[in-house]
Structures are given as C-alpha cells and as structure tokens.
C-alpha cells in the first residue's frame, strides 16, 4: 500500500515543522491529526497482530470539532448477538466468576442475556459476534483499506461456570474471522470469490462488517483498528465497545448452565435445576457448599 503520509505514532504530540507556503488548512489538518493521537483512540502499549442496531459508539470528541475537522467515518458497533440480524436465532454463550450470585435473571427469551451477562461480570465464551458499522463523513470517497486485531492482554481463564442462552439456530454468514489464540491474529476475510479485503464508502454511504473472533485457551481483551484513506489524507481508528476493550474467553470447561428463556436455569445433560439468585457453580456441585 502506498505510503499516504506519516500518521502520529501513539503519544506523539509533535505538530510537525510548517513548510514553506503552509496556511490554516495544513494548521487544521495538524490539529486534526494531533487530536487522532490521542488517548482513547490509540493506546500505547499493545501487542498487536496482522471485528447496528443500539449501541453506538462516535469517536470521542467528534461533537466538538467543526466540519473541516470531522474524522473520515462514524463507526457504530453492536456486540449483542441478539440484535444483529445474522446473529439473532443463534445460541449466545458465556462465562460467569464461579460462585457469582446475580440476584436477577436474563429476561425473557435471548434478548437481554448478553447485556445481563456483561452486566454480572460474565464474558463471551468461545465467540464474540460483532457488527460493526462505516459511514463515510469526508465530502468524498473514503477507502476502508485495512482491519487490524490489536491484543492488549492474555490471561489464564479464572474459575468460572458456563451459561448460556441456547437456540436451534445457526449463523450461515461469517465476512471476517478472527482467531485470537493465533501468534498473530488477523482479521480473515472470507469473501465467496477470493477477492482481498477492501471497500468504499461515498459521503453518507453506510458499510456494514459482522465479525466472528474465537478464543479456546486463554481470555482476551482485544479491540480492532480499521485504516482510512481519503485522497492524501490517512487515519487509523480504533473500533471497541463503548470506549472498553472487547473480551473473549474460553468455553467453559465443565457442563453449564442454560437459560430457560424465563426465570431459571436447566443443566441440558442431567435435567438439574438452578434457581436465580442461587450461587452459580457447575451443575454437578449445585446443591452443595460453593467452594
């Protein structure tokens, strides 16, 4: 890819000697790209390697800069599977601290248990399933050349107990997969006739990416980086939840617990009932002293 001009390393505040002939709009594009550095869109220590309806995350400060200075794009994510259409008739599962006593239940059906999930402490296991949403905000075309997984941390998995909301469904449709237990993670983009990863959007145009990121042995706070390019301009931006780095842990490892769609939880395998607000621990110790 062709080198579109230096982008600020993290924590460089460096403004860049004014060239010769430079007016306000080469003073504006330095603020624009000083205000890119800073944190909360680029952390500066990571390990990295080579993924809407609801939430909605705006990079931060975008309401205070004017027209000339708005980033290349808006970028909405939505990490509960239940509200993205590909996700929605699909089983959602997580992990929960081994002993957790959350005093409420998901809700009704499968809607709400992600949000409750995160909400007790709990985390995605074995999958997180994204959509993430580009609409393009230069007065010309924006090139979406590049998505990168950036890993902050790997941890061993703590003592945890399995939930989940379970359902006959299945997704069919996986744009990018992410394997986060590679040396290297990568955003793979699977697309039917081999072509690379590349898009565009016009002003106003809307581009939508369903993300699909596994973890098998170990728990990952992880968040993506897309590269933008519009004319000579380049910026990188930093894709997350709400201003917090994804997580993604491991299935759990004994049998858990799933959600009646209701008002309590049923061990699949021996028909064991557990009720909300009772300790959660693997169905084989329900009914004894939590550990």
């Avoid at 505040?13 to 504006?28: L, M, N, W």
């Avoid at 705006?58 to 980033?71: F, I, M």
């Avoid at 239940?82 to 002993?99: E, I, Q």
């Avoid at 009646?260 to 064991?272: L, N």
């Amino acid at each position: 890819m062709a080198n579109h001009g230096r982008r600020p390393e993290p924590g460089d505040t460096r403004q860049g000697t004014p060239e010769p002939g430079d007016t306000g709009q080469g003073e504006r594009r330095r603020r624009r790209e000083l205000w890119l550095s800073l944190p909360g869109l680029v952390v500066t220590t990571v390990v990295v390697g080579i993924v809407s309806w609801g939430v909605t995350r705006l990079t931060d400060g975008a309401d205070k800069l004017t027209q000339n200075d708005a980033p290349l794009a808006t970028i909405s994510v939505e990490t509960n599977p239940a509200r993205v259409g590909a996700f929605d008739d699909t089983s959602v599962h997580g992990v929960l601290p081994k002993g957790a006593t959350p005093t409420t239940g998901p809700g009704d059906g499968c809607t709400g248990f992600h949000d409750w999930l995160l909400k007790n402490g709990g985390t995605d296991a074995g999958e997180s399933r994204l959509q993430v949403t580009v609409q393009g905000n230069a007065p010309r075309q924006v090139q979406i050349a590049n998505l990168r997984v950036v890993v902050v941390s790997r941890e061993e998995p703590a003592p945890h107990v399995g939930v989940a909301c379970p359902s006959a469904g299945s997704a069919n449709l996986r744009l990018l997969t992410i394997d986060l237990d590679s040396p290297q993670p990568r955003a793979e983009y699977n697309s039917k006739d081999g072509a690379p990863f590349g898009f565009t959007v016009e002003p106003g145009e809307i581009e939508t990416f369903l993300i699909s990121a596994t973890a098998k042995e170990a728990v990952y706070h992880w968040y993506l980086e897309l590269d933008l390019i519009s004319g000579k301009e380049q910026v990188h931006m930093r894709v997350d939840d709400d201003g917090e780095n994804f997580q993604t842990a491991p299935e759990a490892r004994t049998s858990g617990w799933d959600w009646d769609w209701k008002s309590q939880w049923v061990d699949a395998e021996s028909g064991q009932k557990l009720a909300v607000g009772d300790p959660l621990v693997p169905p084989r110790q329900a009914g004894k002293d939590t550990p």
